[in-house]
């Protein structure tokens, strides 16, 4: 690999040096990390599908790898690993399209002064969107559909993954939607708050595991 890649893999005393110098709070990350990721109302083998979702929307290579084996280990197969990420993706997606009934209020005056961003009355606006462009809301709806069909996985495991990935985009409406299809699918409440925590350890984690890229950057530069 060359070595002007901002991804290469560094010796491992050189990707701790950072650990050094905050170790209480780093120690606690640890902790958090291997506590969140741990069997509870959730699965490993299932808390590992929704962290390989994630990693796929943080970008982090360091994540996608270490998860993707550890989703491996709990026998999950590739074509699985498949359909999670077409699930990240449909779910990133979907962030990106429902953010658009906030776009028409600000095109057409903007929200009042006071009022809320994010009304759950707005999720009826989204059929202006898919006045304004059919064929991309056809496309984009048999497409978020189709990725959340029951395939290799269950429809409960899809809708898992979907929340953990809603956390992570911000999108309210995303999270107010698929949450309600999670519920209506048969998951609790106790399984939501595991999947919460999934995608909070692995957001932070792929700051985290950029420790790399800083280091690198740092130490390149000449003061």
């Avoid at 990707?15 to 640890?30: H, N, Q, R, W």
């Avoid at 943080?58 to 590739?78: N, R």
């Avoid at 107010?176 to 939501?192: D, H, S, Y």
């Amino acid at each position: 690999m060359s070595q002007e890649s901002l991804y290469v893999r560094r010796a491992p005393s050189f990707s701790s040096k950072l650990f050094g110098l905050a170790p209480e709070a780093f120690t606690a990350f640890g902790e958090f990390n291997k506590q969140a990721l741990a069997e509870g109302a959730l699965t490993v083998r299932v808390k590992e599908l929704i962290a390989v979702g994630i990693t796929h929307i943080t970008g982090c290579p360091y994540c996608i790898e270490a998860h993707t084996g550890k989703a491996k280990a709990e026998q999950a197969s590739l074509s699985e690993l498949a359909e999670v990420i077409a699930v990240a993706a449909a779910v990133n997606a979907h962030a990106s399209y429902y953010h658009g009934v906030n776009l028409l209020a600000a095109y057409e005056g903007g929200h009042p002064e006071g009022s809320d961003l994010y009304p759950l009355g707005n999720l009826a606006r989204v059929e202006k969107l898919a006045e304004l462009n059919p064929h991309g809301a056809t496309s984009f709806e048999r497409y978020v559909d189709q990725a959340l069909k029951p395939g290799k996985l269950t429809e409960k495991e899809k809708l898992l993954i979907a929340v953990g990935a809603a956390f992570v985009t911000g999108g309210a409406y995303s999270i107010e939607i698929f949450t309600a299809q999670a519920k209506a699918a048969g998951v609790t409440l106790q399984e939501i708050a595991e999947a919460l925590l999934v995608a909070a350890v692995l957001n932070a984690g792929a700051v985290v595991g950029h420790r790399v890229n800083a280091l690198h950057a740092y130490e390149r530069v000449s003061l």
